[in-house]
Structure formats: C-alpha cells, structure tokens
C-alpha cells in the first residue's frame, strides 16, 4: 500500500500541468496515461483506457462521476460498492456511509456474496456495482438480491459490457475458460449482454435508464476529462 501510494504521488508529479481534469480527484494534468487494457472483440468499448496520473482512474470511471453529477443524484446516505474500484471507493468514502463488498474479501471491506446479500431489505440509499454481473452465473437472482437491499427512491450503477448490436445475450455459465475467452472475451466472463440487459433489470423490478457520454457532455468537456470511454451508463431506480 505504501508503495502503490508513492508511485501514484510521483505518477502524478510527473504529469502536472493544466491540459486534462480528472473529476474523480479533481486534480489537473498535462498528459494520462495509456492503461495497456484490452477489450473484447464485437464490444461496444474501445480497445485501450486512458488512467488518470492521480488516482488512477479508468475512462469509465470518470464517466460514471460525471454522469452521477448530470443526473443530479444524492451524494450521501448508505453504499454498497460492489468489487470496489479504487478511485471510486476513496472518493466515496468521503460523503457516503460507506461499505464495501467482494466474493473473497481480498480487494474490499468484506467478503459478500450478491447472490445472497447479508443486508436487510431497503438498507441501501444507493449501490454502485459496476462490471461485476457478467461474472456471475446466476445474474438473475443477483439483480433480486441488490433490488431488494435497495431504498424505495434509492439508485444503483449496474454497468456490464453489452453489444448494442445484439438484442439478445450470449451466455453459457459452463462453458470452459478457453471457451469464455473466445465468445465473451475474458475468461471468467460467463456471458455477453445484448439489448435485453434492460428487460432483466426492470423484470427484477428496477426503473432504468441509459445514456452515453453524448447525452451529457460537449466533445470538448469530454476531451478535458479523457471521458470517451463508450460504455452506456445504465442506471436504475427502485420505486
């Protein structure tokens, strides 16, 4: 940890300048950095991610906080962060009565299962469990247990990877690892969402909405913040 704390300290040195904003950690660069982070093939995602020389956040990451804020969404209250990012779960910390969770415990505050969540109904004003559902074989009964944890009024970012192309999902929760790499494009994806992504989420009862970075941001502002990451920011309310 204190080595991963120095490098990004002199990381960030290194890059000060004034050209680019990372909306996560609010701090000013000149340059980010290329991440080396590959994609799948037929993805609606671009082959690379830029990291922010601060914090390290990913394009989608600023995404989401930029989105988070054109949707003028409440800031503060109870979260469960779900296989936390970094970035993200430092920032946070810092408004949110905040707990994090991850199968095994080893990246987050404590090991948790969202197929069978620990928490009672409705404890929850919000929930950020992003890229995490394409892992998980019984995707359903995860989208019941994080709809049931969640207020009345409270909201959850549920991004997966979709292929806007497709209207139907791909999936074969016992396909072998080589298998996975080739149709979902990673070894421990267990599918690829189509456009049927959303009837799961409302069939589990949430109100949904997407948009990408067009919907609310200039290229201009887009190109400040290094926030052109294609993923659709999927966003759900529970009524």
Not at 34 to 56: A, D, E, Q, R
Not at 70 to 77: E, S
Not at 120 to 146: G, R, S, T, W
Not at 206 to 216: A, N, S
Request: hydrophobic share 40%; net charge positive.
């Amino acid at each position: 940890m204190v080595l991963r704390t120095a490098i990004c300290l002199l990381r960030g040195l290194a890059a000060r300048g004034n050209q680019y904003k990372c909306p996560i950690c609010e701090r000013r660069f000149a340059y980010f950095l290329p991440s080396g982070y590959y994609l799948p093939n037929g993805s609606s995602y671009p082959y690379s991610s830029m990291l922010c020389p601060g914090c390290g956040s990913q394009e989608r990451h600023r995404l989401l906080w930029l989105c988070l804020e054109h949707l003028r969404l409440k800031l503060r209250g109870r979260m469960l962060h779900v296989a936390p990012e970094r970035s993200l779960a430092k920032r946070f910390k810092k408004t949110f009565e905040y707990i994090s969770i991850d199968l095994d415990g080893s990246r987050a505050m404590e090991a948790g299962d969202i197929t069978d969540l620990r928490f009672p109904d409705n404890h929850f004003d919000c929930i950020i469990c992003n890229h995490v559902l394409e892992h998980v074989p019984e995707d359903k009964k995860a989208m019941a247990e994080l709809f049931r944890v969640l207020k009345p009024g409270g909201w959850a970012s549920l991004q997966v990877p979709i292929k806007l192309e497709s209207e139907t999902t791909d999936e074969d929760p016992g396909a072998n690892a080589a298998e996975r790499e080739r149709r979902f494009g990673q070894h421990d994806h267990v599918r690829v969402y189509g456009l049927d992504y959303l009837k799961r989420l409302t069939t589990a009862g949430f109100e949904v909405k997407m948009l990408t970075w067009r919907d609310f941001l200039t290229e201009a502002e887009a190109r400040q913040h290094v926030a052109f990451a294609a993923d659709e920011m999927i966003f759900t309310w529970k009524p």
